[in-house]
Nanobody, 114 residues
């Protein structure tokens, strides 16, 4: 299983970024996918999740600003982030769980300047 995250960068507060996570080695269409983040000095937290059927849920802190979606034809899950705030600064990781095991992408840094 490989998860390759990309799309992070430096953005001003109020701006937008789209993260991508390309998966391989799994039957992507039946996998639930998640985005986590870990900010400086913080624990890793769940940001957004999407089931194989497309149902989504979000952390309260990002509701209305972030959207998770998937393209099964491309084996890719995305996180569209808008109205970014300085507190969104973190390393973002994509994740899936298969057979009780967690698999993680390498992380992509998002830095929001105020």
């Amino acid at each position: 299983v490989q998860l390759q995250a990309s799309g992070g960068g430096l953005v001003q507060a109020g701006g937008s970024l789209r993260l991508s996570c390309a998966a391989s080695g799994i039957i992507f269409s039946i996998a639930a996918m998640r985005w986590y983040r870990q900010g400086p000095g913080n624990q890793r937290e769940l940001v957004a999740a999407i089931t194989s059927g497309g149902s989504t849920n979000y952390a309260d802190s990002v509701k209305g600003r972030f959207t998770i979606f998937r393209d099964n034809a491309k084996n890719t899950v995305y996180l569209q982030m808008s109205s970014l705030k300085s507190e969104d600064t973190a390393v973002y990781y994509c994740n899936t769980k298969i057979g009780g095991l967690d698999y993680w992408g390498q992380g992509t840094q998002v830095t929001v300047s105020s």
